[in-house]
């Protein structure tokens, strides 16, 4: 008894903080990723930096909504995410958007300070707030 008494204490004790560090995620982050392929001005097999942008809107209990938007290329255009956000880890999925066959590779990305780092499909990103 004794044992669970300081387990819910220890939970109430650092609720407060996970719910900050959650409050903290919501906001704008830019960034980029490498990828290979043929855009404007770009040869077939040539390295290119895709600059995106991700907004985390809401986030209430580990649900988690926002934009995410491509900045650049063949599917350029805002396409609304949703996903969730559990011990540390943000795991989001475009659901629609701007072009369809777009933007369909998750985004796993995990927070570091005033960074979001991980991966979009198989191209690492880091986003900075």
């Known amino acids: 008894m004794r044992r669970s008494a300081l387990a819910a204490a220890a939970a109430l004790l650092m609720a407060p903080g996970i719910a900050c560090a959650?409050?903290?995620l919501?906001?704008?982050?830019q960034g980029g990723y490498e990828h290979e392929g043929q855009g404007v001005g770009q040869k077939r097999g040539q390295t290119a930096i895709a600059g995106v942008k991700l907004e985390i809107k809401?986030?209430?209990g580990d649900r988690v909504t926002g934009t995410w938007h491509l900045l650049r290329g063949k599917c350029q255009g805002e396409y609304p995410v949703s996903g969730s956000y559990r011990n540390g880890?943000?795991?989001l999925q475009a659901a629609g958007g701007a072009k369809e066959g777009c933007a369909n590779s998750k985004l796993r990305l995990t927070a570091d300070g005033e960074k979001l780092v991980g991966t979009y499909g198989k191209h690492e990103l880091t986003l900075s707030k």
């Open 89 to 91: 880890q943000l795991v």
């Open 22 to 24: 959650q409050q903290n």
């Open 26 to 29: 919501i906001g704008s982050y």
């Open 58 to 60: 809401t986030l209430e």
